[in-house]
């Protein structure tokens, strides 16, 4: 389990998160608004720009249209995205209205979350973010002046206004869309053609569909996955055929394959396998002819004006083993037709054929970063289940059904017997890991099940109270698969690591790397161990870490450190937790207990020993159980969200609520800003009894004085 979701299980204290699940809306709000609170106090003792919706807008984007929804981590990719496509398409700017630097709050955003030690430490450094935002703000203007990047809402917010109507009044804002709906508003038709084309073709930023994180990996060092790679009979028959076929070429016949004498030279020079015996024509060598696709499709051969060249470009990757590795691995995507197409006769393509990318795709990243090898039938059910889903099949297993999936199934082995060849994955006999067995509930109740797609529940061996007895039959039947004796297990290897990880960053996916964080400052370190990773390889990467600083207690101090200078309470008291756990030997508990004398980190080390009942509230002090509740009024303050949040949260504590927040602020707790700020929340949240904070948004629609720049 990633470590941030074990602290929210075990309700070991809140957290500043940098990244919240894509459903958590509510959490997200909460922590936006904090963040925002901090970021404007912040900007104005920096005297620096900044306008709180903007900012709000731009960690929208972070958490909405992003396949990771890492807020501390902005690439240029994202800072362009931001400022070119999602402010354009989201934020409305009225006539007459002014206009926020759109580029000058996020350059003060960036530098904030640097600053208060919140960007992620394997992101990109400041400068190149910053680097990457004054290259955008000269597009800026005309991005926004753009109609055709509107977004649809926008087009007719704007056009509405743009004829007189008031668009604060709801019932002349809806006069306005019947009319419109009737065809008697006049409008710019053209325009809303290309907005509209962008939707359908999928280049509007609606929000992305959000990845699962990954658990951190551990990958040999280069040297010994090049000497894997140069291990590969894939890697040796791509290269041989690329020096065979030379700079000068070798005549291929005119629909483009090898001459029938070439290809019976290659088999015996590359050691296809392929019989030539009777054999007529290249066409009918299917190992060699994979062999000829695969190294076209990774461009180290081509075809061009009736001979086969290799490609000059590719020397220096034909000279390195790994990167002409990578380079096959790559190419893989590209073998659809050549590892599963028709062959000419009855043959068809099965459902795989049509889902080859995405499905090969998925299967890679499910098996990366798996503590267990994955049992065959537990990856081939989950990609049926995705057949379903594609292409909307009933929940029925009638004949015509299982032919269609044995069909896929025998495909996707094919494709498996070639990774298997390149390196890319293994294959061995053994008892699945009881991870894959199932699913057990016995206290879960009727509910959970009930609600569970009935596929799903299928393939997990979970079955409701009405479940279909022939339903329930096959997922008997699947978890007896696994169970009755050996089954396939699959993995990556080291190769297959590396190359699904670099897949997996190119687009943007959060895939740690244990040992990526041995030079990252200790505020970084702890940040990424709370959020991003597991137990085990918690403890690995904290060990590299204090290994790289030399004299153990100085890098201690260092954490320690860290971990009091942390502005935000919440985010301090998840890294003092992630330390504790992630010393060996009992030497966490030892620290928290040190610390107790600390007049800084007193009071999140008492809240964790008191949570991980290291420490019995009778072997407290009278002033540390003030300090403990002082940090328990702080930290309520942070995960409520903005000074709103706040005085709500409060004031829903009831009555006592003042006795404690007195309390509280007579204690030595060190931070003495907050705790004066938590002073006057509570004097306005308890100033009148029945008083209540109204929230009549969330935080994604603002109203009042940001309602001038976005309405969607």
């Not at 649809?152 to 419109?180: C, H, N, P, S």
Request: glycine share 8%; charged share 30%; with cysteine.
């Amino acid at each position: 389990m990633v470590w941030h979701k074990a602290l929210r299980a075990s309700g070991a204290g809140g957290f500043m998160w940098m990244r919240f699940e894509a459903e958590a809306e509510e959490e997200f709000e909460a922590g936006c608004a904090l963040l925002v609170d901090r970021l404007v106090r912040w900007a104005g003792e920096q005297g620096l720009p900044v306008d709180a919706f903007l900012a709000e807008v731009a960690l929208e984007y972070r958490h909405r249209a992003t396949v990771d929804g890492r807020l501390g981590w902005w690439e240029p990719r994202h800072v362009e995205e931001l400022l070119l496509s999602w402010f354009p398409q989201q934020v409305t700017e009225l006539p007459g209205e002014e206009r926020g630097d759109a580029p000058g709050t996020l350059r003060t955003l960036l530098r904030y979350l640097h600053a208060a030690q919140l960007a992620d430490p394997r992101g990109p450094v400041l400068e190149d973010s910053l680097a990457a935002v004054d290259a955008a703000a000269e597009r800026y203007p005309a991005a926004m002046a753009d109609r055709t990047r509107w977004g649809l809402a926008k087009y007719w917010m704007t056009t509405a206004a743009e004829q007189g109507v008031d668009i604060r009044d709801g019932a002349a804002l809806q006069r306005f869309a019947d009319r419109a709906q009737r065809g008697e508003v006049a409008h710019d038709r053209q325009t809303l053609d290309a907005i509209m084309e962008q939707r359908l073709t999928g280049r509007a930023l609606s929000g992305a569909a959000r990845a699962e994180p990954q658990l951190p990996v551990t990958l040999p060092t280069d040297d010994e996955l090049r000497r894997r790679a140069e291990a590969s009979a894939i890697v040796s028959q791509v290269r041989g055929l690329a020096e065979w076929a030379g700079p000068g070429g070798r005549a291929v016949t005119g629909t483009g394959r090898l001459r029938m004498a070439d290809a019976r030279e290659l088999v015996d020079v590359l050691g296809t396998g392929d019989s030539t015996e009777g054999v007529r024509s290249a066409a009918d060598l299917p190992r060699l002819g994979l062999l000829v696709e695969w190294a076209k499709k990774a461009r180290l051969v081509r075809v061009t004006k009736g001979r086969l060249y290799a490609v000059a470009r590719a020397r220096p990757v034909l000279a390195d083993p790994l990167q002409l590795w990578l380079r096959a691995f790559d190419a893989c995507f590209e073998l659809r037709q050549a590892l599963i197409g028709p062959r000419g006769g009855r043959h068809v393509e099965s459902m795989l054929f049509d889902a080859y990318e995405d499905v090969l795709e998925d299967v890679l990243n499910t098996l990366y970063s798996l503590p267990y090898p994955m049992p065959w039938p537990r990856l081939r059910d989950s990609v049926r289940l995705a057949y379903r889903a594609r292409f909307q099949l009933d929940e029925g297993s009638d004949l015509r059904h299982r032919m269609w999936f044995e069909h896929a199934d025998r495909d996707l082995r094919t494709v498996l017997d070639v990774l298997d060849d390149l390196g890319a994955i293994e294959r061995d006999q053994g008892m699945a890991d009881p991870v894959f067995l199932g699913v057990d509930l016995p206290d879960a109740g009727p509910e959970l099940p009930a609600d569970m797609p009935p596929e799903l529940a299928e393939l997990l061996g979970v079955a409701g109270a009405a479940a279909d007895p022939a339903a329930q039959e096959r997922a008997d039947a699947r978890r007896a698969e696994l169970t009755v004796g050996p089954v396939e297990l699959i993995r990556l290897t080291g190769l297959g690591t590396r190359a699904v990880r670099q897949r997996l960053l190119a687009v943007g996916r959060d895939a740690p790397l244990v040992g990526e964080l041995a030079q990252a400052p200790a505020a970084g370190l702890l940040g990424a161990l709370a959020e991003d990773y597991d137990l085990d390889t918690a403890r690995v990467e904290l060990a590299d870490w204090l290994s790289a600083r030399g004299e153990r207690e100085a890098a201690l101090r260092q954490l320690t450190d860290a971990v009091g200078n942390m502005a935000f309470r919440t985010r301090a008291q998840a890294m003092l937790d992630v330390l504790q756990v992630a010393l060996p030997d009992g030497e966490g508990e030892r620290l928290l207990h040190r610390l107790r004398g600390d007049s800084r980190l007193a009071p999140p080390a008492l809240n964790t020993l008191a949570q991980r009942e290291l420490l019995s509230p009778e072997d407290m002090t009278d002033a540390e159980h003030l300090l403990v509740l002082a940090e328990s009024l702080l930290q309520l303050v942070e995960l409520a969200g903005g000074r709103d949040g706040a005085e709500e949260a409060l004031r829903a504590q009831g009555p006592e609520v003042r006795e404690a927040v007195a309390a509280a602020l007579a204690s030595a707790h060190p931070d003495r800003a907050g705790l004066d700020e938590l002073r006057q929340l509570a004097a306005r949240a308890l100033r009148s009894p029945t008083a209540r904070t109204v929230r009549s948004r969330k935080r994604g629609r603002p109203t009042g004085k940001n309602t001038r720049k976005r309405r969607r």
